[in-house]
């Protein structure tokens, strides 16, 4: 591969890299500010009127109030940077060297109002009907059979859920998929606004590019928190009874919030 040193004009060799790395870590909690990636810190973030809620029972699902709602954190988290194992620069796609916060949504206010993320982010109307939705049965049979998520179904999450709206409430289920949804929604949210960067993919070799919907086969999830997936990662939108230790793997006792590593697929031009 050749990339461009710069606005220099000069090109220069290097050996096509391709790679699963852990990049992110998004955790959900329903205490705002409360950080487990920070030792379990409570930063001073939002108020009790913010608090979040996990409700399991759907025949109770009357409005907003009635379904489940976290807030959400992102991380940067670039283990092999961080361990100085894998260190060429046109492989770090955002510059990140070590662990740092990106986002928190308790100072996000589309996060707790599906409205004004709605204004925010109005394509979801497009996908916001029942044909629409009923597409998503096709990814959440292929990520069911562990297969590659559809790229083109950019507004589906398989068996987790709708992509939209980019907020922390959803509908009632149960703690897994409910966290799952919301992270993968964090990740489209930061694709939406220019925040993170598409890696996969020859055009991407010597500089990451903007995409606007997230590519979902570019990531997978391991959640680590409060009971870690050692043996394998998770396509987007995979079902619970697939995931390491089934549905029961939630621990009774350990409260609702949950943290995911994320891994992110690379396609890098590592000079020579």
């Given at each position: 591969c050749l990339c461009e040193e710069g606005s220099s004009g000069i090109y220069k060799p290097g050996i096509t890299t391709s790679m699963w790395e852990p990049a992110r870590i998004v955790e959900t909690v329903k205490t705002p500010g409360c950080s487990p990636t920070l030792g379990g810190a409570t930063l001073p973030l939002g108020n009790r009127r913010s608090y979040g809620r996990l409700n399991t029972d759907n025949h109770s699902m009357t409005g907003q109030h009635d379904g489940s709602f976290y807030h959400t954190h992102y991380y940067a988290f670039?283990?092999?940077?961080?361990?100085?194992?894998?260190?060429?620069?046109?492989?770090?796609?955002?510059?990140?060297?070590?662990?740092?916060?990106?986002?928190f949504t308790e100072i996000d206010p589309t996060w707790n109002n599906a409205t004004l993320a709605f204004f925010q982010h109005p394509e979801s109307a497009a996908v916001a009907n029942p044909v629409a939705q009923a597409a998503c049965a096709a990814e959440s049979a292929l990520v069911t059979a562990r297969e590659e998520p559809l790229e083109s179904l950019w507004w589906c999450t398989g068996t987790w859920g709708s992509i939209y709206p980019l907020a922390g409430s959803v509908f009632s289920q149960d703690q897994n998929r409910t966290t799952a949804l919301l992270s993968a929604r964090l990740l489209a949210q930061q694709h939406r606004r220019g925040l993170a960067r598409r890696t996969m993919g020859d055009e991407n070799l010597c500089r990451a590019s903007i995409y606007p919907t997230i590519p979902k086969s570019q990531y997978k999830l391991t959640q680590f928190w409060p009971k870690s997936q050692t043996q394998r990662s998770l396509w987007l939108g995979e079902p619970p009874q697939t995931w390491e230790g089934g549905p029961g793997r939630h621990v009774p006792g350990t409260g609702n919030d949950a943290m995911y590593l994320i891994w992110r697929w690379t396609d890098c031009c590592s000079k020579i």
């Open positions: 670039p283990l092999l940077q961080i361990l100085d194992l894998y260190t060429p620069t046109k492989c770090s796609a955002d510059g990140y060297m070590d662990l740092d916060i990106i986002s």
